[in-house]
C-alpha cells in the first residue's frame, strides 16, 4: 500500500514563506506525475503545481513566481516551496501521486496553510 504524508504547514503572515514536503512510502518505485493542489472553504480545488518524473515542472497561473516543486526520488518527497505568500494561498494543500497516466493516484491528507497578520 502507498501512503502520502503532507507537513509543513502553519500560521504565516502575508508576506511570508513555508515549505510543504509530501513523503511517499511503501510499495513505491517511482512515479508519473507529483502534483500540488489545494483547497480553501466554499471553493473548488486548485492544481498549484505539478513535476514529471523527468523533472518537468508547471504552475497555476495564481503562484506562478512565487511557487516551486521539487522532488528527492532518493527521499521519496515532493516540497512546494511557497514564498510571497498572500491571505488568498490560505488553503488545505494536498499532494497527489500519479504513477499511472490517466488514474486518479493517491493522494494524502492535506496540510493546513493560513496566512494571516
Known amino acids: 500500500q502507498v501512503r502520502l504524508v503532507e507537513s509543513g504547514g502553519g500560521l504565516v503572515q502575508p508576506g511570508g514563506s513555508l515549505r510543504l514536503s509530501c513523503v511517499v512510502s511503501g510499495r513505491f518505485v517511482s512515479f508519473n506525475v507529483m502534483k500540488w493542489y489545494r483547497q480553501a472553504p466554499g471553493k473548488e480545488r486548485e492544481l498549484v503545481a505539478a513535476i514529471t518524473g523527468g523533472g518537468n515542472v508547471s504552475y497555476g497561473d495564481s503562484v506562478k513566481g512565487r511557487f516551486t516543486i521539487s522532488s528527492d526520488k532518493a527521499r521519496s518527497t515532493a516540497y512546494l516551496q511557497m514564498n510571497s505568500l498572500k491571505p488568498d494561498d490560505a488553503a488545505v494543500y494536498y499532494c497527489?501521486?500519479?504513477?499511472?497516466?490517466?488514474?486518479?493516484?493517491?493522494w494524502g491528507q492535506g496540510t493546513q496553510v493560513t496566512v494571516s497578520s
Open positions: 497527489n501521486m500519479i504513477q499511472v497516466p490517466g488514474t486518479t493516484g493517491y
